[in-house]
């Protein structure tokens, strides 16, 4: 999570959408910088909206405006299995080097979800349940018009490093997981598809 005080800006760091890279490219920029442990990095908009927001505004005397990025749905679970095949991945409870795309699908729709499998929601994470969610919401895979916001509002040119990047895998799905994902992400989706 960023926060940026002259410009009244907070960026969340929505899990698999760039985060490490912008947060590189701009934590120089920022006036706090929240990169550790990764349940404050990826700090929710219900989490944002309940604790820091309310303390930024209070010292502040004005409301910031919170963005972030989302992925879209299919990509975004891909990215999230891609990345725990990682040979590094210390937990083997939590690795899908021997599964394939299909199979986490199916695991992530299961209840409960195996350590694995278990990667939250988007939806969830971006929503403040009882109240505002996220200002502005920002499509992953249009990246580029979300750093013309930044730079807009930074009054500098941003140019991203790429960092963290997943292993390459199939992302292969029958018919019958692609319509269970959309069943199990369908809130992901409806908010993906909302956005401009």
């Known amino acids: 999570m960023l926060v940026f005080w002259e410009q009244r800006l907070a960026f969340l760091a929505t899990p698999k959408t760039g985060t490490t890279a912008i947060e590189a490219a701009l934590e120089s920029l920022a006036t706090v910088s929240i990169q550790r442990p990764p349940n404050l990095k990826h700090t929710t908009a219900q989490r944002y909206r309940r604790f820091i927001g309310p303390y930024l505004e209070a010292a502040a005397g004005e409301e910031f405006t919170l963005v972030a990025l989302m992925r879209e749905p299919r990509a975004w679970l891909g990215s999230w299995f891609r990345y725990r095949q990682r040979e ?8 899908t080097a021997d599964l394939g ?21 988007q939806a969830r994470f971006l929503d403040a349940k009882s109240g505002k969610g996220v200002d ?16 807009e509002r930074l009054g500098c040119e941003i140019i991203l490093p790429r960092l963290n990047v997943s292993p390459s895998a199939s ?26």
């Open 88 to 95: 590094d991945i210390l937990d083997q409870a939590r690795s």
């Open 101 to 121: 795309f299909d199979d986490f699908v199916r695991a992530y729709a299961s209840d409960p979800q195996p350590d694995f499998a278990a990667v939250g929601s």
């Open 171 to 196: 992302l292969d799905l029958s018919d019958e997981s692609e319509a269970l994902l959309r069943q199990v992400l369908e809130k992901d989706f409806a908010l993906y598809e909302s956005l401009g």
């Open 136 to 151: 502005r919401i920002f499509r992953y895979e249009d990246i580029g018009g979300f750093i013309d916001f930044l730079e």
